[in-house]
């Protein structure tokens, strides 16, 4: 079965020839022709089948057939998913000279408010810097808006998590009713937040890959675990790197603070690792350079938090470091789902601390699989060969991060944060907030 016979115009086949894509995959399948038939959809299926394609093609489709602004609305967790979705839609819709924009935090203010005034075809924003326009930019800003057609949570399960909570009342605001548009969910992990919309809304279409959690893992990963003492993790990393099957190898570091990345960024230079690093204190510019210059293979290795670990399509991922383990198990899953993509091979190697126990029962139940110790890391040989340098190599990073203030950026906007959030709480809204 082609594109065609799910109903997508000829125009777009077209496009998706030129894009070298044919087939339509599983979740496509599912969903293009209930979307195009109007109804509301949640699409569960692991990363890189296609979930982009999935809602962009149908919107895409209704919009060429009466073109308008602002036709939809993409909201998404972090600024590199929506930069890759952005990429997307401008790419499959090339031929009809389809606007889009990118609305996300470290950019100008006003140099994007007067960009969402000119009223693109489409919208991809991350919740917290379009509600920020929503609360200070005025009517003339939002109010096309008002008229979206389409609204789309992609990686919905994180942004149905409280964290976005407050984001999404102020944006569901001001866009039209749920009975007046059509809401598209996508995400990789279905939880029960997720399939709770479905009992609100008995005409919502789901689509959840068959056996989904019993394959989330890719049977190409290798699995291993590595025990470490706490203090001394770094000497660790620096052997892993060094080992012959990951030498050279293009890879992802994962670690749960800012902090954590930069200095092992700082280190790794200094002990002569071709590296680059993503994470929210970086500006944007920076963020967008480091993917750049990883999938262009400038630098083998990217030591990220987990703004890098959501839908990001970065090919040739060889193996996933956890330098620190995640405290939920389903961000477990979406890290190690960077690498084994499309049939590859990869391994995920996670640096287990004495404080990490209960997190790999925690894992090790979600994926119904056990990981396995990695035999070549070598206790003595970490002493030996890799402590004292390595230890210097921090040292010297951590003095460095200090006379150049890291971190106080971002304690000054927590601050500022925690200001403008009392006032809120203060001042009662004029207006009660839609559902989904």
Known sequence: MGFEELGVSKWLCETLNNMKIYEPSSIQKACIPEILKGKNCIGGAKTGSGKTIAFGLPMLNKWAEDPFAICGLVLTPTRELAIQIAEQFTALGSSMNIRVEVIVGGEDMIKQ??????????????????????MHSGEDTINGLRRVKYL????????LSNSFGKDLQRIFGIIPD?????????TATVTDAVRALKEKDDKVFVHEVESFDKFIIPATL????????????EPYLHQILKLPKYDNKIGIIFVNRTKTAELIRRMLRKL???VTSLHSEMPQSERVNSIHRFKAGAAKILIATDVASRGLDIPNVEFVINYDMPADPDDFVHRVGRTARAGKKGDSISMITENDVVRILAIEERINDKLTLLEEVKDDVTVNEYLKVTTEAKRESLMEMDREGFGELKAKNKRKHEQTNSKSKKSKPSKKSKDI
Do not use: C, M
Request: charge should be positive.
């Open 113 to 134: 408010a007067l960009k969402i005034q000119q009223k693109p075809h489409f919208i991809i924003a991350t919740p917290g810097r379009l509600a920020d326009h929503i």
């Open 152 to 159: 789309v949570l992609d990686e919905a399960d994180r942004l």
């Open 178 to 186: 749920s009975k007046k548009r059509q809401t598209l969910l996508f």
């Open 222 to 233: 290798s699995k291993y675990y590595v025990l470490v003492p706490s203090q001394v993790k």
């Open 272 to 274: 002569e690792f071709r």
